[in-house]
């Protein structure tokens, strides 16, 4: 019998509004996928098409092998940690924790049980004769962890888990969240439209734009080798600097002459990016810390001039007018520009992108 | 005094709002302190001029509630008042809680399973309550006359329930609309069927709303005079009824008598209201406070 999750053409109307469209999603047993996207992308309507929590309009959702489309939410037995925790704020949170072991018919010892060794586990053994609103926002959320993993559930669904807590909370629960999942070896679905949470706690992470899976890719592969404009943008701080220019006749192996707003630059390339013709409109993506800086100018480099510094701590982040565009530069702390000063850049090999006409990657 | 500022919350007003709020509410609250100083005056101290503050207390107001003569040279004898004391309690307390079980159910139908056209159908609920309820006085006394419900316990009943549903359904829908979806879907999630989910997980959190309905509808049908009056029979009569046959008779309006039994009439919502008000100011000032 298969395991983990299988989605297929998963699609959801709202009368005329498509929010998700032909998704296809496999999430392997122990594995961690985040749904990630801006907001309105269909990523927590897919979520909740797992759960059951919305009627599925076309598609199929299966999981251990098992069609789920017509199987009401309290058979799943799936378990979902939801954006604003919905604790249940008329019991306690003992009784909170207790209340998924209802449906598994455990005895009293047994619940007593589990709920030591979750409460030790997430740190709430001390609060745990208090109601949800005498919480804390951190603890509101391990509550709401908690509840998910008391049980055995099939797959964990986590909705946002983190928007609404600061940094610092955010930060410790991430790795606590990750310590957690990584014992329970069940499929993992996790929605954020935090690429930070998504980049740190993914296995794999599914990039979703209007109702569409753009890429689905591991935290590595996503960031870099951006399979189109839309991920290019979207993964990465500060973001990629894509840049509009226009492929110029003789290219030599492996380079690309480019014009970019009317400077004329070489950029190495790899064999599919060479055989585009002169005149093509391009987008070139370059991060920005892939980015150097030569003293002079040459063939290779884009010249701009300082305009804004920003200093981050470990790095310094430059903002360049090349002429009409803003480029963001990141550079090691020890490098010192003052604003208004003329610099040379040089883009990495094989750190540069090349996007067609449409926005998608050449390779 | 510490105490006190604690307890009264005086240290935050401060003492001139803390005497000014007590000035008002003493205005509010001086018509029933009349009356309940009233039920204890004799007959010559109610009719004094001035009217008399300090006064020897006596009991025969109360007494002549329940016992007393019907006229003059007749013996003193029972009165019947217990009955229908206990017909108002009965029929009020019986119609509340119909009404809030009705309206629970029906709110929360309205609430989370919304019918094509729901707002119409809450409108037209609604309408029942537009009309003055004189207007419908005479076809419901012909209809409760044909079916025989004239003068009945079950007649008065569904009366004063069919009364207080629409406000009923409409408060507690109100409540239910507050509460977030996320957690009942998350009992779900937990594996709890539609039943363990509206009893375990909705009800305790509109637990404010039902007290707040339940307090409003009781004060409501306790104090309701004129379906009362021509639907209820001589078994089956509330109080404020037989408080208007106490009015007139041979020597004018015995006041300490009407005092008396308006006094005791006020005893159980008072009773009910205080035992309710923890939830009842939760329910009154529910959805103001952002959450």
Redesign the interface.
């Given at each position: 019998m298969a395991s983990g999750i299988q989605i297929r053409q998963l699609t959801k109307h709202y009368g005329d509004l498509t929010a998700v469209s032909d998704v296809d999603l496999d999430i392997d047993d122990g594995e961690v996928l985040c749904l990630l996207g801006p907001s309105g992308c269909g990523k927590t309507t897919t979520l909740r098409m797992v759960?059951?929590?919305e009627d599925i309009s076309a598609g199929e959702v299966r999981i251990d092998g098992e069609v789920m489309n017509n199987i009401?939410?309290?058979?799943?037995?799936?378990?979902?940690a939801?954006?604003?925790y919905?604790?249940?704020?008329?019991?306690t949170v003992e009784k909170n924790l207790a209340?998924?072991l209802?449906?598994?018919h455990a005895t009293p010892d047994q619940i007593e049980q589990r709920i030591a060794q979750v409460a030790e586990r997430l740190d709430l053994t001390a609060v745990l004769k208090r109601y949800p609103s005498q919480l804390a926002e951190g603890e509101k959320q391990r509550v709401a962890v908690g509840?998910a993993i008391i049980r055995s559930p099939r797959c964990f669904l986590f909705d946002e888990p983190l928007s609404r807590l600061d940094i610092e909370l955010r930060q410790e629960m991430r790795t606590k969240i990750k310590e957690v999942l990584a014992d329970l070896s069940k499929p993992t679905v996790i929605v954020t439209h935090d690429q930070i949470e998504a980049l740190t706690m993914a296995d794999r992470i599914a990039v979703m734009r209007a109702g569409k899976i753009e890429q689905v890719a591991t935290p590595h592969d996503i960031f870099a080798a951006p399979i189109n404009t839309f991920v290019a943008g979207f993964i990465g701080t500060p973001g990629m600097n894509l840049i509009p220019a226009v492929v110029e006749g003789g290219s030599k192996k492996n380079e690309l002459k480019l014009n970019i707003d009317g400077q004329h630059v070489v950029v190495d390339v790899n064999d599919a990016a060479m055989k585009l013709p002169a005149g093509s409109m391009v987008t070139l993506g370059v991060r920005p810390r892939f980015f150097e800086t030569v003293s002079e100018v040459s063939d290779k480099t884009l010249s701009g001039v300082v305009d804004i510094i920003e200093p981050m701590g470990a790095e310094t982040l430059f903002h360049v007018l090349d002429g009409k565009r803003e480029l963001r530069v990141v550079m090691d702390r020890s490098v010192r520009f003052n604003e208004g000063e003329k610099i040379h850049l040089q883009f990495q090999p094989k750190m540069t992108h090349v996007f067609d006409e449409q926005g998608s990657l050449v390779r | 005094m510490s105490f006190f500022k604690k307890k009264y919350g005086i240290g935050k007003a401060g003492p001139g709002w803390t005497i000014f709020a007590g000035i008002v509410s003493l205005i509010y609250f001086f018509p029933v302190l009349w009356i309940i100083l009233t039920a204890f005056k004799t007959r010559t101290d109610t009719l004094s001029v001035p009217p008399k503050f300090l006064f020897t207390p006596t009991f025969d107001n109360f007494v002549s509630v329940f016992y007393r003569a019907a006229g003059t040279g007749q013996d003193a004898a029972s009165t019947g008042f217990e009955l229908y004391f206990l017909n108002s309690i009965f029929i009020a307390g019986t119609s509340v809680i119909l009404a809030l079980i009705i309206g629970t159910l029906a709110s929360y139908g309205f609430s989370r399973h919304p019918l094509r056209g729901n707002d119409t159908y809450l409108f037209v609920i609604l309408t029942t309550r537009m009309l003055p309820p004189i207007i419908a006085i005479i076809p419901i006394f012909l209809m409760f006359r044909l079916s025989g419900l004239s003068g009945t316990y079950i007649g008065i009943i569904l009366l004063y329930t069919a009364f207080n549903l629409p406000f009923s359904i409409w408060m507690i829908k109100s409540f239910f609309d507050e509460i977030?979806t996320?957690?009942e879907?998350?009992?779900?999630?937990?594996?709890?069927?539609d039943r363990r989910v509206f009893f375990?997980?909705c009800l305790?959190?509109v637990?404010a709303g039902l007290a707040a309905t339940a307090v409003f509808a009781l004060i409501l049908t306790w104090n309701e005079f004129l379906f009362a009056l021509l639907l209820t029979g001589t078994d089956t009569r509330t109080v404020p009824v037989q408080m208007a046959r106490t009015l007139g008779g041979e020597i004018g309006v015995d006041w300490g008598l009407l005092a008396a039994i308006v006094t005791m009439f006020l005893i159980p919502v008072f009773a009910v209201t205080y035992l309710l008000q923890n939830h009842l100011l939760r329910g009154v000032t529910f959805g103001t406070i952002k959450k």
């Open positions: 759960a059951g929590l009401a939410t309290p058979d799943r037995n799936v378990a979902m939801f954006q604003f919905a604790l249940y704020p008329s019991i209340y998924p209802y449906a598994e509840r | 977030s996320d957690v879907d998350a009992a779900r999630l937990d594996g709890s069927k375990k997980i305790p959190q637990k």
